[in-house]
């Protein structure tokens, strides 16, 4: 049986339940390698190997973006084989992107554990990857925003330009948008804290590596929480994330397995607890002062 979570969710929020942000990186997060490697290089007839390599050089040789690179790279590249890059295809590439264990069925068990909570949970991709790639995939319906790279394209759907690069320190901008409920133009607005819509201190970030690091730490430090995850059985991967709890950026780490009964599971469950109790103590808290100063009168 389906459960409609997006009405139950509406209905709740309106009741004045919490509601919680889960936002996720999505290449080597969510899947196993770049989006591009699933298709898309093969199709230009290259190894990954060569063509993050052409795009890296970009990156040294021009000091360019590196976002801006591999999605130069990917145009270049493509009509160099005579290759149109259009929305249509990319979006038929994500249909083909690897995830991992236990990805697909993570959403509906988080929603559950937040329904169980009387917690509101809402998902989103904040990715330096393309959002038609992403868009393309069978998860894609369980986000209420992705943020990610984009590109703009003509009148016959051919790309020709990026639209949005999203790189390692324009993601932050992103969590804003959520705390804030506000589009691009209202995000460097002055909002007092009791009038965001979410809290930072109810948000998640899910990451793999440095380029995440300005949103782990962000959210770590305005008392939400960051876990840094890492391919199971790489132990280059793990020493990463290991590094980041060392030094502070990330509060917890665990293998990339979305499971039931996971190691992240298991995390993510408890912070949906904790941020339950933290809401009806605050909100007990609020309704003693209010009876305390009535007492006076």
Not at 109 to 118: E, T
Not at 156 to 166: D, E, F, H, I, N
Not at 222 to 243: C, F, L, N, Q, R
Request: charged share 30%.
């Amino acid at each position: 049986m389906n459960i409609n979570y997006k009405e139950i969710f509406a209905d709740m929020e309106v009741k004045g339940c919490p509601i919680m942000a889960l936002c996720y990186d999505f290449d080597k997060t969510l899947s196993p390698k770049d989006m591009q490697e699933y298709g898309f290089i093969d199709s230009l007839g290259m190894t990954s190997q060569e063509f993050w390599h052409k795009s890296n050089t970009l990156v040294r040789e021009q000091n360019m973006d590196m976002i801006l690179a591999y999605m130069l790279t990917m145009t270049t590249e493509a009509k160099r084989q005579d290759i149109d890059v259009t929305e249509e295809d990319l979006r038929k590439l994500g249909k083909g992107i690897e995830l991992y264990k236990g990805v697909k069925s993570w959403f509906d068990r988080i929603n559950k554990i937040g329904l169980d909570n009387g917690v509101v949970i809402e998902h989103y991709i904040i990715s330096s990857g393309l959002k038609e790639i992403i868009e393309g995939n069978e998860i894609a319906p369980y986000f209420k925003k992705i943020y990610a790279s984009c590109f703009l394209y003509d009148q016959y759907g051919k790309a020709v330009w990026p639209k949005q690069a999203v790189n390692f320190t324009t993601k932050t901008q992103y969590l804003f948008h959520i705390n804030k409920n506000c589009d691009t133009e209202d995000v460097n607005r002055y909002m007092p804290e009791d009038k965001r819509r979410i809290p930072f201190e109810h948000f998640i970030y899910i990451g793999d590596s440095e380029t995440d690091i300005p949103c782990m730490r962000l959210v770590k430090s305005s008392g939400g929480h960051s876990i840094g995850v890492y391919k199971p059985d790489d132990d280059k991967a793990k020493t990463m994330v290991e590094k980041l709890i060392r030094e502070g950026r990330i509060n917890y780490y665990a293998p990339s397995d979305f499971s039931s009964c996971s190691e992240i599971e298991n995390i993510v469950s408890k912070i949906i607890v904790q941020i339950k109790a933290k809401h009806d103590l605050l909100l007990l808290s609020k309704n003693q002062m209010q009876k305390a100063k009535k007492s006076l009168n």
